[in-house]
């Protein structure tokens, strides 16, 4: 997807990099000197490939017979073409697929500096990232056991809460669509905002002793 050794292939290496660090706010920032676009580019193959990963480690268990409808929650089912019922094994194996096509398209997805991003590039990157965010909420809502069963709970909502704050960083994903977890945003929420308090308590002590020295 980004040819080795271009400021782009480095970029992602950077971005597939970051998931131990634990300040969101910091993590989604754009790195210095590169563009918003490039950002987007390498992040949007980075929770590709991750929650490709995730679904994969599932995908035994997500069959016509567990998950006949495919839903991000009680009330709300996704279809793949209008009014179209789909198997949740066949919509999602159908997003992952035209998902790659376009992150295979080097007109869409520049794999170096020197194409230029499509203008509707943005566009393109919100339909990937809410494509991808009722995969989240297939697996939240109907695998969750599953996930506890291989032991990758905290790896799962790592990625989300990741995922979730970029996406609304860069305003990727309509309010709507976020209804099926957002019990699970607003609690990644308020931990994110305890934590920067304590961050901010942190640094006043700091200040204030360094003062005093
Ligand atoms: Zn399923």
Not at 47 to 75: D, H, Q, V, W
Not at 116 to 135: D, G, S
Request: glycine letters at 2%; one cysteine or more; aromatic letters at 14%.
């Amino acid at each position: 997807m980004f040819i080795f050794c271009t400021n782009r292939y480095n970029l992602h290496k950077f971005a597939a990099g970051t998931l131990n660090n634990s300040n969101y706010q910091i993590l989604i920032e754009v790195p210095e000197e590169n563009s918003l676009n490039d950002w987007l580019a390498v992040n949007t193959v980075e929770f590709y490939n991750r929650l490709n990963l995730f679904y994969g480690a599932l995908r035994s268990n997500c069959t016509n017979e567990s998950c006949p409808i495919m839903k991000g929650g009680p009330n709300i089912e996704y279809y793949w073409k209008r009014k179209k019922k789909t198997i949740p094994p066949d919509y999602i194996e159908n997003v992952m697929v035209l998902i790659e096509k376009i992150l295979d398209n080097p007109k869409v997805f520049p794999p170096d500096e020197s194409v230029k991003f499509p203008k509707n590039f943005k566009r393109v990157t919100k339909e990937i990232f809410t494509k991808l965010y009722r995969i989240f909420a297939h697996i939240y809502v109907c695998h969750f056991q599953d996930i506890e069963n291989i032991g990758a709970v905290s790896h799962l909502n790592t990625t989300y809460k990741h995922f979730y704050f970029f996406s609304r960083k860069f305003k990727l994903i309509k309010k709507r669509e976020y209804e099926p977890l957002k019990f699970l945003n607003i609690k990644f929420e308020i931990q994110e905002e305890k934590k920067e308090k304590e961050r901010q308590k942190q640094l006043q002590e700091n200040n204030s002793q360094n003062k005093n020295n």
